[in-house]
């Protein structure tokens, strides 16, 4: 064996990190959406937010370096749409499966890398992404129509991962372990005290409180970790067309997990939805930076 074919399984470490995030990611929403009964989709949110939170200072010590009031302020607006994220996207999962909310929040980061579009190509990814969107929109009167309250708090959800990514933008100065550790404890503090308003003294209860910690852990420390492993050695666009399968993973989740079924107009949207994420990254090299600003606490 030539010593140049070495270093070729140690390559693919980082695209077996994404893959192994995303599946993680979905793993963990899928188990949070079973303790909905229990606490709510607020409650459910409060965990992951929280205990995330809590862990990410414990690893990053985000005191440790000082900042001025700007980034202070900055830090704020990130934390407080990263909350409002996790909120309006787990609100959207009691009613509507994974996978297609999934989809539908991935308009948020979509929209935003076409947002300058110029390219005749372009508008091909538009339609698609529009095609897509409107086999899930809930004015059909048919067996598989989506509740429109989930598709609400969905499209709420894409929004705010669109504005999560500029906000993002805006604390790229600033060491990430510090502003995802301060962005997090800013959104604990927004979404906890939905999570007591709905479960109130449920949420202390020992058990569930480990269950919780184990949601934050599957679903935020463990995809956060690997992301930062494999964008060390995946180029953007390759994390990007990888990322883009999100929306896919997650309604195989909320197949084997859930036992989410979807009909074939909805497996067709997120595939739409897919093609048009894939090729505005293909076709746009600054688009891939969007798309692939996924930054593990979303969705």
Same mark, same amino acid.
């Given at each position: 064996?030539?010593?140049?074919?070495?270093?070729?399984?140690?390559?693919?470490?980082?695209?077996?990190?994404?893959?192994?995030?995303?599946?993680?990611?979905?793993?963990?929403?899928?188990?949070?959406?079973?303790?909905?009964?229990?606490?709510?989709?607020?409650?459910?949110?409060?965990?992951?937010?929280?205990?995330?939170? !809590? &862990? *990410?200072? =414990?690893? @990053? #010590?985000?005191?440790?370096?000082? $900042?001025?009031?700007?980034?202070? /302020?900055?830090? +704020?607006?990130?934390?407080?749409?990263?909350?409002?994220?996790?909120?309006?996207?787990?609100?959207?999962?009691?009613?509507?499966?994974?996978?297609?909310?999934?989809?539908?929040?991935?308009?948020?980061?979509?929209?935003?890398?076409?947002?300058?579009?110029?390219?005749?190509?372009?508008?091909?990814?538009?339609?698609?992404?529009?095609?897509? !969107? &409107? *086999?899930? =929109?809930? @004015? #059909?009167?048919?067996?598989?129509? $989506?509740?429109?309250?989930?598709? /609400?708090?969905? +499209?709420?959800?894409?929004?705010?991962?669109?504005?999560?990514?500029?906000?993002?933008?805006?604390?790229?100065?600033?060491?990430?372990?510090?502003?995802?550790?301060?962005?997090?404890?800013?959104?604990?503090?927004?979404?906890?005290?939905?999570?007591?308003?709905?479960?109130?003294?449920?949420?202390?209860?020992?058990?569930?409180?480990?269950?919780? &910690?184990?949601?934050?852990?599957?679903?935020?420390?463990?995809?956060?970790?690997?992301?930062?492993?494999?964008?060390?050695?995946?180029?953007?666009?390759?994390?990007?067309?990888?990322?883009?399968?999100?929306?896919?993973?997650?309604?195989?989740?909320?197949?084997?997990?859930?036992?989410?079924?979807?009909?074939?107009?909805?497996?067709?949207?997120?595939?739409?939805?897919?093609?048009?994420?894939?090729?505005?990254?293909?076709?746009?090299?600054?688009?891939?930076?969007?798309?692939?600003?996924?930054?593990?606490?979303?969705?």
């Amino acid at each position: 064996m030539s010593m140049s074919s070495a270093p070729a399984p140690r390559a693919l470490i980082p695209y077996a990190a994404l893959i192994g995030a995303i599946v993680s990611l979905c793993a963990g929403t899928s188990f949070a959406k079973q303790l909905f009964p229990l606490v709510g989709a607020q409650g459910a949110t409060a965990y992951r937010v929280g205990f995330s939170a !809590l &862990l *990410l200072c =414990l690893i @990053w #010590r985000p005191w440790r370096q000082p $900042l001025s009031r700007d980034d202070l /302020g900055r830090l +704020a607006l990130y934390g407080s749409v990263l909350g409002l994220m996790n909120l309006s996207f787990y609100m959207a999962i009691r009613t509507i499966p994974l996978g297609l909310a999934i989809a539908i929040e991935f308009i948020g980061p979509l929209s935003l890398a076409l947002i300058h579009a110029r390219q005749p190509i372009h508008f091909v990814w538009i339609g698609l992404a529009a095609l897509g !969107l &409107l *086999l899930l =929109l809930p @004015w #059909r009167d048919a067996a598989h129509a $989506l509740d429109p309250v989930g598709v /609400g708090f969905a +499209a709420a959800a894409a929004v705010c991962w669109a504005l999560y990514i500029v906000l993002g933008k805006r604390t790229g100065h600033l060491p990430a372990g510090q502003s995802v550790a301060l962005g997090m404890s800013t959104a604990a503090l927004i979404v906890v005290p939905f999570g007591l308003v709905e479960a109130g003294a449920r949420l202390f209860d020992l058990k569930l409180l480990a269950l919780g &910690l184990m949601v934050a852990i599957v679903s935020s420390a463990i995809p956060y970790s690997l992301e930062m492993v494999a964008l060390r050695g995946i180029p953007k666009r390759s994390f990007g067309v990888m990322l883009s399968l999100e929306p896919a993973a997650g309604a195989v989740a909320g197949l084997l997990i859930l036992g989410e079924h979807l009909a074939l107009s909805q497996w067709l949207a997120i595939g739409l939805i897919i093609a048009a994420s894939v090729g505005v990254i293909l076709t746009d090299p600054a688009a891939a930076g969007q798309i692939a600003e996924d930054g593990a606490p979303a969705p």
